[in-house]
């Protein structure tokens, strides 16, 4: 089993910025890829970023250049982060952070980003 803990979320102004924090705990020696999406009301969850363990990074079209996805292992704890700036109200989102081991999905509970114009 694998937890993971999403924390950062908040109410912030239209150019602002916050980073997203998500930490992964318990059986974590076989995390693959690691992710943010992101679910808007009324829409479909969508993906907002991955960093595989190699260390690649995938990004959706609409934050390119304004968010940054980062991981950092520790002994018993994967981090994984997410920089956002120059956010927009279109932000506005539940954010998700996701891992994968082997065939199995984990979510972590999501954290609330609020974006005002």
């Known amino acids: 089993q694998v937890q993971l803990v999403e924390s950062g979320g908040g109410l912030v102004q239209a150019g602002g910025s916050l980073r997203l924090s998500c930490a992964a705990s318990?059986?974590?020696?076989?995390?693959?890829?690691m992710g943010w999406y992101r679910q808007a009301p009324g829409k479909q969850r969508e993906l907002v970023a991955t960093?595989?363990?190699?260390?690649?990074?995938?990004?959706v079209d609409s934050v390119k250049g304004r968010f940054t996805i980062s991981r950092d292992n520790a002994e018993n704890t994967v981090y994984l982060y997410l920089q956002m700036n120059s956010l927009k109200p279109e932000d506005t989102a539940v954010y998700y952070c996701?891992?994968?081991?082997?065939?199995?999905?984990?979510w972590g509970q999501g954290t609330q980003v609020t974006v005002s114009s």
């Open positions: 318990g059986s974590i020696f076989s995390i693959n890829t």
């Open positions: 996701n891992a994968l081991r082997g065939w199995i999905i984990y």
């Open positions: 960093f595989t363990s190699g260390g690649t990074t995938n990004y």
